[in-house]
């Protein structure tokens, strides 16, 4: 099946520092990934569509500039939490979406954040 | 925006029990997914249901798609232990996925020994 990875799988930082986290498809092309974001006992919830090669969209109450989305290539995008936060501390979930008949969302292992 | 009820959130039987897991909405879905996540990795993906009436099985496991597409199940039959975990069914919607999918609050597994 399709792979999507992340790096790093964990990262602790000190509030106020700006942390990257990466979300590659292996063995695919993925016009669209998306982030999402989980607390602990909780499920998913999306955070932004991210489209090559245009500005990603954020869903309500998601900061646009706190959390940069960049996606260079088909097979990257990138999350960047600024001036973070402890209440950003979650676990950052991507996803990205195949083509074809059947598209379907395959994701990521996540990323633990953790802002001291 | 769609929102999806998911039930029970929380479920502890024993094994070789049977159970079954519902998500329900009020809206109207292309296709639902169904995972399941381990603690501390993302989900993986069970099973899409895409026509309405839709019934998939997965070895132990049977998926159905309500004929509306508004609803689904999943109904795991004869537990083992190695089935806990937290299930999530997510929907997605008229526009085919590209607006990201819409998860469930999950249900938190657990098959006692």
């Known amino acids: 099946g399709a792979v999507v990875s992340q790096h790093p799988s964990w990262v602790i930082c000190k509030s106020g520092t700006s942390v990257k986290i990466e979300c590659r498809s292996l063995d695919f092309q993925a016009t669209t990934m998306f982030w999402y974001r989980q607390f602990p006992k909780q499920s998913l919830m999306l955070m932004a569509t991210s489209n090559e090669g245009s500005k990603a969209t954020y869903e309500q109450g998601v900061e646009k500039d706190k959390f940069l989305i960049n996606h260079a290539s088909l097979t990257l995008s990138t999350l960047t939490v600024t001036s973070a936060h402890p209440e950003d501390s979650s676990f950052y979930i991507c996803s990205a979406r195949s083509t074809g008949p059947l598209p379907t969302q395959y994701f990521g292992p996540g990323t633990r954040l953790t802002v001291l | 925006t769609q929102l999806l009820e998911q039930s029970p959130q929380f479920l502890s039987i024993q094994e070789g029990e049977n159970l079954t897991v519902y998500c329900n909405s009020s809206?109207?879905?292309?296709?639902l997914q169904w995972y399941r996540q381990e603690p501390g990795e993302g989900p993986v993906l069970l099973v899409t249901?895409?026509?309405?009436?839709e019934v998939k099985k997965l070895k132990r496991l049977t998926f159905q798609f309500g004929d509306a597409r508004k609803d689904s199940s999943l109904h795991i039959t004869a537990a083992q232990p190695g089935d806990t975990g937290l299930y999530l069914c997510a929907g997605e919607g008229a526009g085919g996925g590209a607006d990201g999918l819409t998860f469930g609050k999950g249900t938190h597994l657990i098959i006692q020994p």
């Open positions: 809206s109207v879905f292309s296709s």
């Open positions: 249901v895409v026509t309405g009436g």
